[in-house]
């Protein structure tokens, strides 16, 4: 997987009284590591609005594999699994050390950042998310 790696820390306030991340929060830790992508990839999220695009999430999925610790290091690894014509599938990795705790696939559809009418994909950007394709 040609990954894009971002690394956080499991805050109390993202766990449950298990002392356990919280499943919902997975997925906000998958929006971080993404928007920290779309700022290697492109400056800054705000960037792709001013280049005249923007994307939405029209899919989600989460397989929960272990739990992450209050305190751990979090390792979130990312990979483009798919360019489609408007949609692009992400495929995510989140791991504690070697322990692989959460995995899934994250779906984005393209849209014109004016209108939000679905684009296809613009070129500029398929050739900025090309190191982060699998």
């Known amino acids: 997987m040609a990954a894009f790696l971002h ?5 109390y306030h993202e766990c449950d ?5 919280f499943n919902a929060n997975h997925i906000a830790y998958v929006d971080v ?6 700022r290697e990839a492109f400056g800054s999220y ?18 929960f594999r272990a739990s ?9 690894a990312l990979a483009i699994e798919r360019f489609g014509r408007t949609s692009m599938t992400t495929h995510w990795v989140t791991s504690v050390g070697d322990q692989t705790c ?3 696939e994250i779906i984005h559809v393209w849209i014109d950042a004016t209108t939000a009418k679905p684009i296809e994909i613009p070129d500029d950007a398929r050739k900025a998310l090309a190191p982060y394709a699998a």
């Open 68 to 76: 992450v610790p209050f305190d751990a290091e979090v390792t979130l």
């Open 17 to 21: 009284p298990q002392g356990i991340v």
């Open 102 to 104: 959460v995995e899934g």
């Open 7 to 11: 690394r956080l820390r499991a805050r």
């Open 46 to 63: 705000d960037e792709m609005g001013k280049l005249g695009f923007d994307m939405v999430v029209a899919d989600v999925h989460a397989a």
């Open 33 to 38: 590591a993404l928007t920290e992508l779309w």
